[in-house]
């Protein structure tokens, strides 16, 4: 008899161990200057109560550098991903997930873990309920159309500022959706108006060149909705002396990049 309540005391424990690692605090954040432990929580959705229990302090100093247990789940980069796709992907709101990982560039690479805040599988919490799915792209695509918008967005933007490159990108893909210009993205790149090609690429055979890694995780960001350009239909590198488009509402400048309308 005491052998067998020996055992249902162990069991019971061990079911109490396997319930709370399932409730685990998954993520690790490093706190940067400014940090304070109510800000944290609000970007994790747990209380500064919670991360102080959760990480033995005594009180609420932290300091730059220090890395705290926060609970969310955590993604592994797979190759094509980047952070606006992975943000659209779980709902979460890309500054959040920039904060939630201290990353202010969009340079991320394959097997990286990132913190998806306000996402705690384990604990059944999301902050907006939304379960992990793929974005629909704003245009439909093939992978040769995608390996085309590459090839444009390198030949045209290769050395700019990413989002300059995502904005190139968007600009062929603001022309499907318009009225105004072919609506597939073959048509739109290889398009001519009045004998002139609409992209130089295309007229000195740029275009035939192989697209970076860097061009290609631009045009997918820009087929899933980002659109630095903010709905541009031209660009121009601005050293451009065309009165023409010059004249045009500018809606962007990245880089040496002038977007217009």
Do not use: H
């Amino acid at each position: 008899m005491t052998k067998f309540k020996y055992l249902k005391t162990f069991l019971s424990a061990l079911s109490l161990c396997a319930a709370l690692s399932t409730t685990a605090f998954a993520g690790d954040y490093t706190v940067v200057s400014g940090d304070s432990l109510y800000k944290i929580g609000t970007l994790f959705n747990t209380s500064a109560n919670n991360i102080m229990g959760s990480n033995n302090l005594k009180g609420t100093t932290i300091y730059p550098g220090q890395i705290l247990k926060v609970p969310c789940d955590t993604y592994t980069v797979k190759s094509g991903d980047s952070l606006y796709l992975i943000a659209k992907r779980y709902g979460i709101n890309l500054s959040d997930l920039r904060k939630a990982n201290n990353k202010w560039n969009n340079i991320i690479y394959i097997g990286q873990k990132l913190n998806l805040p306000k996402i705690n599988s384990t604990a059944g919490t999301s902050s907006n309920s939304k379960q992990p799915t793929e974005s629909k792209p704003i245009v439909n695509y093939t992978e040769a159309d995608l390996d085309l918008l590459s090839r444009l967005v390198t030949a045209e933007a290769q050395g700019q500022p990413y989002n300059a490159q995502v904005a190139v990108a968007s600009v062929v893909l603001n022309r499907v959706k318009s009225s105004q210009f072919p609506n597939t993205i073959s048509s739109v790149i290889y398009q001519k108006i009045n004998g002139y090609y609409q992209f130089t690429p295309v007229k000195n055979g740029w275009i035939n060149k192989a697209a970076t890694s860097t061009a290609k995780k631009a045009a997918k960001e820009a087929l899933y909705g980002a659109d630095p350009s903010k709905t541009a239909l031209f660009y121009f590198d601005d050293s451009a002396t065309n009165e023409w488009l010059w004249s045009k509402p500018i809606t962007a400048r990245i880089g040496n990049m002038v977007f217009v309308k």
